[in-house]
């Protein structure tokens, strides 16, 4: 097995990752994918992007909506199956857990000017049952799929996806 690696990955951030793949004897040349990270070259029709956390996807997903929708559209439009493996972990493993999720920017603290106290005050950021929603909606829109594993998980989840499919 042969998984290209898009080389927008950073190296730093996926050291476990190779280090599985060298550990299953599989290669991994680095060059540019139209979409996503990772490619089986066996199955070039079915590519893994990577998200470190909710928190990332939620930005692409909703601050970066439209770039992050362009991109769905042209895996699409080429009969590419795009799954996004995000590593939240903390039990999150379905995309129905994701209404659950507390994005660490819903609350902030800031001092009351009358009384001088600090407090917790509720932000407009997107909470996970928004966040679910949307999610969902470009599963059914897009065909894309999204997953979720352990950090320490990531490359032997991409192996097993690029291997077997869904």
């Given amino acids: 097995m042969i998984i290209q690696i898009d080389s927008r990955e950073k190296p730093k951030a996926i050291g476990k990752i190779l280090e599985e793949f060298d550990a299953q004897g599989i290669r991994h040349p680095v060059s540019k994918l139209m979409v996503g990270d990772y490619m089986n ?17 939620c930005c692409n997903a909703c601050q970066g909506h439209e770039r992050f929708r362009k991109e769905l559209k042209l895996a ?26 507390e994005n660490p920017r819903r609350w902030k603290r800031q001092r009351n ?26 599963e059914r829109k897009y065909g894309c799929r999204f997953l979720f594993c352990e950090k320490e998980e990531t490359g032997a989840e991409i192996i097993r996806i690029l291997k077997e499919g869904l």
Avoid at 79 to 97: A, M, P, T, Y
Avoid at 120 to 126: F, L, N, S, V, Y
């Fill in 76 to 101: 699409q439009d080429n009969d590419i199956q795009l799954v996004f493996l995000c590593e939240h972990g903390k039990g999150f493993r379905q995309l129905s857990d994701v209404i659950w999720w």
């Fill in 113 to 138: 000017p009358e009384t001088g106290k600090w407090e917790e005050t509720e932000t407009k950021a997107t909470t996970g049952e928004t966040l679910y929603q949307i999610l969902h909606t470009l």
């Fill in 41 to 57: 070259y066996d199955n070039p029709r079915l590519i893994i992007d990577r998200k470190q956390n909710l928190s990332e996807l």
